[in-house]
């Protein structure tokens, strides 16, 4: 079995509050250096939403490297998890039964390997040689309209339902996060987004605007876009890069002194790898036969009289000591 490509990680991230909305809800984390990496939109009002996806990105922020890919995955739902307990205490709080909640769109990656995690309608994108594929499934009303053929894609974003999600972290009791694995190669480049950016910019138009290798460009150009065509929502886009890693950048390692110690090492990482996505697999088995129905979130636009001071602005309960819920 050849050894894949060490790869070099590297990222750049923006966000705007666009031309309607009063206050930007959106949240980003862009940590090239653990090689880790969130959006989250935020709903709620009245302050909330960026409340809620704060605290995501605050929790995630916290995270310190791994040296096992599925164990990274485990820390990143063990945190969602107790911001989702957060934001539903928080919500509790509050005589209006509104729910303070937010999407999540995380990626993760170790060596040649990368996860994602989602809750909600935030987007990832994969540009591998002059293609753009989408990687996730929006947990939305339109997204299950589209896949019964009830409604064409082109017609999803004008359907009134569009703004109705059906997963979000602080949505309900229990969240549940899907989660992908997969390998990448020398010259991917993944873009994280809010809905925001893909109400005004088509999946066929991200193909030339991910061309650029200069990642800065890419992150205004995809920006600057989104404006021009009225940006009606937030936006935030987070843009990761992997390129083969030139000789200098490789960590120096012991090498196996024979030809049968090299190849019990290649097989023993490839053993790794299949354990990881075993197990992985059989939590997102365990997830999907649980038959728990999802809440749906309503996304909509503040009214400027919805906007209050910062000094009202809530705070997530601390509930650093309160035992984690099981999943």
């Not at 090498?255 to 354990?275: G, H, I």
Request: charged share 30%; hydrophobic share 35%.
């Amino acid at each position: 079995m050849a050894d894949s490509p060490l790869l070099r990680w590297t990222s750049c991230s923006s966000t705007h509050v666009g031309h309607v909305r009063q206050i930007n809800e959106d949240s980003f984390l862009d940590r090239a250096d653990i090689k880790l990496w969130a959006i989250a939109d935020g709903m709620g009002g009245h302050h909330a939403g960026d409340v809620a996806s704060n605290s995501i990105v605050s929790e995630l922020d916290a995270i310190t490297p791994r040296t096992r890919l599925s164990t990274y995955i485990d820390e990143i739902e063990d945190r969602l998890i107790t911001v989702n307990r957060q934001l539903r205490d928080l919500a509790a709080q509050h005589k209006d039964n509104r729910t303070i909640g937010s999407t999540v769109m995380a990626m993760v990656a170790l060596d040649d390997h990368y996860a994602l995690l989602w809750a909600g309608d935030s987007r990832a994108y994969l540009s591998r040689n002059g293609h753009v594929s989408r990687l996730t499934r929006d947990h939305s009303q339109v997204e299950e309209l589209v896949e019964r053929g009830v409604i064409l894609p082109e017609d999803a974003e004008s359907h009134p339902a569009a703004n109705i999600i059906t997963r979000a972290v602080g949505a309900s009791d229990q969240l549940f996060v899907d989660v992908d694995v997969d390998e990448a190669q020398p010259g991917d480049k993944f873009l994280l987004c809010s809905d925001g950016l893909y109400k005004h910019i088509a999946d066929d138009e991200l193909v030339e605007l991910l061309q650029n290798n200069d990642l800065e460009d890419i992150c205004k150009s995809l920006i600057e876009t989104t404006l021009a065509r009225g940006a009606t929502d937030n936006v935030t886009v987070v843009v990761v890069s992997a390129e083969a890693a030139n000789a200098d950048e490789v960590q120096e390692t012991e090498l196996p002194e024979t030809d049968a110690d090299l190849e019990r090492t290649v097989d023993l990482e490839a053993d790794v790898v299949a354990e990881e996505i075993s197990e992985i697999a059989a939590k997102e088995a365990e997830n999907d036969t649980s038959n728990v129905d999802a809440e749906a979130i309503t996304k909509s636009a503040e009214s400027e009289a919805e906007v209050e001071s910062d000094s009202e602005k809530p705070e997530p309960a601390d509930n650093d000591n309160e035992e984690k819920p099981s999943r």
